[in-house]
């Protein structure tokens, strides 16, 4: 079980809600993933056109957890009134702290993240903040009381899998909360090896919802994650320079 | 006589009729969907909708969840 806050999922797969090609593939992808939690953005409504769908009247909202964001938020205090926003939905008290700091890279604003964190949580809300891999920010998000810490394995949307997967271990090692690693995964592989690290979920959508197949690779997330966790829990061989036969050395002359 | 307020950063005339924010929900039709309502920077609980009167200027802010990772 993976325990965040006063929640708790059997799934360690948390899934994004944006940029699917449609609602139906969606909905089957988030039905094929196995998650329990799915994020979302906080968005002004389209008042001119109330007719167009939204996601969350395709899905029966009550079989999973809300994990807003606060994208969008360019400091601190954006983020905090993101949160008070989605929380008066009244559906949910977890919010992923997502301050970006940089355009091109969407790397957070480390000082705005922290700050943020550290008044949310005496808010009382259930806070995951999204930050880089930064050991000593880690620590210091988990000391202002964050509930999960969400590390980026590459920037966000890029697919480009775990780059430091040194930092990674050091954050995971260090932490007291679960260790979600949150963007970047572009394959199952990706995800299984997060997972393999050490990790205690992984928080991904694009890599799902521009697959060629997402609803596929929705299932294949889920297998990932599973595999990486057993994985880690079975504890890997360590490497060597040099091959070691699998096959026994006795008995080998067979026929001569 | 209308009331000019508002809304997600446009300027709308509403019928004196609209008295509360429950009431500019209905007209916009969206009173029956998932939305959050901010009422000049204060954000409301659903159930303050029906008291939260609208005076002339006012600021709305209608937001939803949207697709988001």
Redesign the interface.
């Given at each position: 079980m993976l325990k965040v806050g006063s929640y708790q999922f059997s799934s360690r797969l948390f899934l994004g809600t944006g940029k699917y090609p449609d609602f139906d593939i969606q909905k089957q992808a988030v039905e094929k993933s196995g998650t329990e939690v799915l994020t979302f953005a906080v968005r002004r409504m389209n008042i001119y056109d109330p007719t167009l769908p939204n996601f969350l009247e395709k899905i029966d909202g009550n079989k999973y957890a809300f994990l807003p964001n606060t994208a969008g938020a360019k400091d601190a205090k954006e983020a905090v009134r993101i949160a008070k926003l989605a929380a008066a939905s009244g559906r949910c008290d977890m919010i992923k702290v997502e301050v970006i700091g940089c355009n091109k890279t969407l790397l957070p604003d480390p000082i705005e993240t922290l700050k943020a964190t550290k008044e949310l949580v005496a808010e009382g809300f259930t806070v995951l903040p999204y930050t880089s891999d930064d050991i000593v920010l880690a620590r210091k998000l988990e000391e202002a009381g964050a509930h999960a810490i969400m590390p980026g394995a590459s920037p966000i949307g890029s697919g480009q899998g775990i780059i430091n997967p040194l930092h990674l271990s050091f954050i995971i090692e260090q932490a007291n909360v679960p260790v979600i690693v949150d963007a970047g995964v572009g394959s199952p592989a990706d995800a299984a090896y997060a997972m393999e690290l050490g990790a205690d979920g992984v928080l991904l959508n694009t890599a799902v919802s521009s697959a060629k197949k997402p609803v596929q690779m929705a299932e294949a997330m889920k297998y990932a994650v599973q595999a990486g966790r057993l994985g880690y829990k079975a504890g890997r061989i360590d490497k060597k320079r040099y091959a070691t036969a699998s096959s026994p050395e006795e008995g080998i002359s067979i026929g001569s | 006589m209308a009331m000019k307020i508002i809304?997600?950063?446009d300027g709308l005339a509403v019928s004196e009729d609209i008295k509360h924010i429950k009431d500019l929900l209905d007209y916009?039709?969206?009173a029956d969907?998932?939305?959050?309502v901010?009422h000049n920077q204060q954000?409301?609980?659903?159930e303050a909708h029906e008291q939260s009167v609208l005076t002339e200027g006012d600021k709305i802010?209608?937001?939803?969840?949207?697709?988001?990772?």
């Open positions: - | 809304v997600n950063g916009l039709g969206v969907k998932p939305l959050i901010e954000i409301l609980q659903k802010e209608i937001v939803h969840f949207v697709g988001g990772g």
